[in-house]
């Protein structure tokens, strides 16, 4: 509580320091000046699943109405420029949750340099440019993204099914060196450096030397090019996306791969394979119409070598979306499909569980399928309402779910729940402030 008192503090301080800053200096130079903006998002969902939450027991009534608060942030960016180094703009972002459930109360804090000619260069904990550049159906779809937004927090998501926005890889808001080029005939490119996916702050360096539960990037790269322009009145994006990183295994030291320098409480260290991903997006857009759509292959990204087999994979996806918009109102539709192939389980995967021994064949695919549609009606600036309506389909081979749960016992995963296969549908209404 304390660290979230001085983090108010400190931003109404900065509010106030900044805000009676003159506005006007010589030389054309500008600044800093203070522009605060923010969002949040209440929602009611209203849904009909096989298996909702993480309820196990068949006796436990499972509700099937919740409301959330949502999305929910304020942002704090001081923006500046100045003649030196031939024109320079300059600013500082911080942003705070506004969702009482996080005990990290600063979600992103970066500094941006910038010039027309020249390109941005973002420093701090940030995303990279496969965050924020990349295009796919979550580029077009409303209400809060269907099956891009949180349904997949408040049901059971089988073990081994991938419902992922991103790539395998994705050095997310890890501190890192972000560069966007100048658009130039339409092209851009953007490219991150994360010296290590686990650094995030000032958090100390020894602190950032091992996983017990999971894996991590050193020297993660994201490299994106798009393209933009308009023909005859129809707009054409395009986005190419890669992630290349080297994986320190879980419960291993980034600094030695030898097992004496392993943590001696953590019994069975989980090798993974190399960091390599990849995505293909676009969007078109003409008169109110917008269509966006996306490949991704994460090839064996983060795919568990240790317990399963070469022929392992961390899956595939596609995903289309739809919309118009007419007056005040936005109708849009999207798809949703991912399969990853499972493998087959090597001699240390058997041992762990006496119940696996005789598991030789393949464990089969794991497969999603989401609709989504949405309505979002904008009742004044700053102000919307929205409504949307989701069915999925997730299933996992029930011979791959027994190796879940034996899984579970050293990576400390939440799968316990036993089910290989989960239908539903998922209703929501609710309304989005910004300002």
Same mark, same amino acid.
């Given at each position: 509580?304390?660290?979230?008192?001085?983090?108010? *503090? @400190?931003?109404?301080?900065?509010?106030?320091?900044?805000?009676? $800053?003159? &506005?006007?200096?010589? !030389? !054309?130079?500008?600044?800093?000046?203070?522009?605060?903006?923010g969002k949040t998002t209440v929602s009611?969902?209203?849904?009909?699943?096989?298996?909702?939450?993480?309820?196990?027991?068949?006796?436990?009534?499972?509700?099937?109405?919740?409301?959330?608060?949502?999305?929910?942030?304020?942002?704090?960016?001081?923006?500046?420029?100045?003649? @030196?180094?031939?024109?320079?703009d300059y600013s500082l972002l911080i942003?705070?949750?506004?969702?009482?459930?996080?005990?990290?109360? =600063?979600?992103?804090?970066?500094?941006?340099? %910038?010039?027309?000619?020249?390109?941005?260069?973002?420093? +701090?904990?940030?995303?990279?440019?496969?965050?924020?550049?990349?295009?796919?159906?979550?580029?077009?779809?409303? +209400?809060?993204?269907?099956?891009?937004?949180?349904?997949k927090n408040i049901i059971n998501v089988? %073990?081994?099914?991938?419902?992922?926005?991103?790539?395998?890889?994705?050095?997310?808001?890890?501190?890192?060196?972000? #560069?966007?080029?100048? /658009?130039?005939?339409?092209?851009?490119?953007? =490219?991150?450096? $994360?010296?290590?996916?686990?650094?995030?702050?000032?958090?100390?360096?020894? &602190?950032? /030397?091992?996983?017990?539960?999971?894996?991590?990037?050193?020297?993660?790269?994201?490299?994106?090019?798009?393209?933009?322009?308009?023909?005859?009145?129809?707009?054409?994006?395009?986005? +190419?996306?890669?992630?290349? +990183?080297?994986?320190?295994?879980?419960?291993? #030291?980034?600094?030695?791969?030898?097992? /004496?320098?392993?943590?001696?409480?953590?019994?069975?260290?989980?090798? #993974?394979?190399?960091?390599?991903?990849?995505?293909?997006?676009?969007?078109?857009?003409?008169?109110?119409?917008?269509?966006?759509?996306?490949?991704?292959?994460?090839?064996?990204?983060?795919?568990?070598?240790?317990?399963?087999?070469?022929? /392992?994979?961390?899956?595939?996806?596609?995903? =289309?979306?739809?919309?118009?918009?007419?007056?005040?109102?936005?109708?849009?539709?999207?798809?949703?499909?991912?399969?990853?192939?499972?493998?087959?389980?090597?001699?240390?995967?058997?041992?762990?569980?006496?119940?696996?021994?005789?598991?030789?064949?393949?464990?089969?695919?794991?497969?999603?399928?989401?609709?989504?549609? $949405?309505?979002?009606?904008?009742? !004044?600036?700053?102000?919307?309402?929205?409504?949307?309506? !989701?069915?999925?389909?997730?299933? &996992? *081979?029930?011979?791959?779910?027994?190796?879940?749960?034996?899984?579970?016992?050293? $990576?400390? %995963?939440?799968?316990?729940?036993?089910?290989?296969?989960?239908?539903?549908?998922?209703?929501?209404?609710?309304?989005? =402030?910004?300002?």
């Open positions: 509580m304390r660290k979230i008192l001085l983090s108010t *503090s @400190a931003m109404i301080g900065l509010a106030f320091a900044t805000g009676n $800053t003159t &506005n006007s200096v010589a !030389n !054309n130079n500008t600044g800093p000046e203070l522009k605060i903006t009611t969902y209203f849904f009909n699943a096989d298996k909702i939450g993480t309820a196990t027991d068949a006796e436990v009534p499972e509700n099937k109405l919740t409301t959330r608060v949502e999305n929910s942030k304020i942002k704090f960016n001081v923006q500046g420029s100045t003649e @030196a180094f031939g024109g320079l942003a705070l949750s506004g969702d009482t459930s996080k005990t990290n109360t =600063v979600g992103e804090t970066v500094i941006k340099l %910038g010039h027309s000619s020249y390109g941005e260069l973002y420093l +701090g904990d940030t995303q990279g440019p496969d965050g924020f550049k990349k295009l796919s159906a979550q580029s077009v779809l409303g +209400g809060l993204g269907g099956f891009s937004g949180d349904i089988p %073990g081994e099914v991938l419902w992922s926005n991103g790539l395998e890889g994705s050095p997310s808001k890890s501190t890192k060196i972000v #560069y966007i080029s100048p /658009r130039i005939e339409g092209f851009q490119l953007g =490219v991150s450096f $994360t010296p290590n996916t686990q650094q995030k702050g000032s958090k100390s360096l020894n &602190n950032t /030397r091992i996983n017990k539960t999971k894996g991590f990037d050193k020297n993660n790269i994201v490299g994106l090019l798009s393209y933009e322009n308009t023909f005859n009145g129809i707009n054409v994006g395009l986005s +190419g996306t890669v992630i290349k +990183g080297t994986v320190h295994s879980a419960g291993q #030291y980034e600094s030695n791969k030898n097992s /004496r320098f392993e943590d001696p409480a953590y019994k069975s260290s989980i090798k #993974y394979g190399e960091t390599l991903s990849w995505a293909v997006g676009g969007k078109i857009g003409y008169y109110g119409w917008e269509v966006g759509a996306e490949y991704v292959d994460n090839k064996k990204s983060y795919s568990d070598i240790t317990h399963f087999t070469s022929d /392992r994979d961390s899956g595939k996806i596609t995903n =289309v979306g739809v919309s118009y918009k007419f007056g005040q109102s936005k109708v849009s539709a999207g798809y949703y499909h991912s399969e990853k192939n499972i493998g087959k389980l090597t001699p240390l995967g058997k041992a762990l569980d006496k119940k696996l021994k005789e598991e030789t064949a393949p464990l089969g695919t794991s497969k999603a399928q989401i609709f989504s549609l $949405t309505y979002d009606y904008k009742v !004044n600036t700053g102000l919307s309402l929205f409504a949307e309506a !989701n069915h999925f389909q997730l299933e &996992n *081979s029930k011979a791959a779910q027994k190796v879940v749960k034996s899984l579970d016992n050293i $990576t400390k %995963g939440s799968h316990n729940f036993g089910d290989n296969k989960n239908t539903g549908q998922v209703i929501l209404v609710g309304t989005k =402030v910004s300002f």
